[in-house]
């Protein structure tokens, strides 16, 4: 199965920063140094959203909520996939996750809570 990790969310205060990181688990290493990569997060009480995508060849996408702020990378000899987040804004807390673009359905981790508040 296609099986992602997520790590690196925490409690910060608005203005701070997290880096958080995706570990993809056997197979899914191979499929994910592939195909396109993306975060994902969602708010209580909203729907999953793509903040963020990657492709093998290293070009990117944000939603224009996290332009600027955000910067997703992967680092290709360890297949680990990163989200830098800078200027964090309460807004930005939701459990975020990461998945293919699309996302495999069946491949939804646990996540990792960022939680952005004084």
């Known amino acids: 199965q296609v099986q992602f990790v997520e790590s690196g969310g925490a409690l910060v205060q608005p203005g701070g920063s997290l880096r958080l990181s995706c570990q993809p688990l056997g197979v899914s290493g191979i499929i994910s140094s592939i195909y396109v990569m993306g975060w994902y997060r969602q708010a209580p009480g909203k729907q999953r959203e793509l903040v963020a995508s990657?492709?093998?060849?290293?070009?990117?996408n944000y939603t224009d909520s996290v332009k600027g702020r955000f910067t997703v990378s992967r680092d290709n000899a360890k297949k680990t996939l990163y989200l830098q987040m800078n200027s964090l804004k309460p807004e930005d807390t939701a459990v975020y996750y990461c998945?293919?673009?699309?996302?495999?359905?069946?491949?939804w981790g646990q996540g990792t809570q960022v939680s952005v508040s004084s």
């Open positions: 990657i492709a093998r060849g290293g070009n990117t």
């Open positions: 998945n293919l673009q699309p996302p495999i359905e069946r491949s």
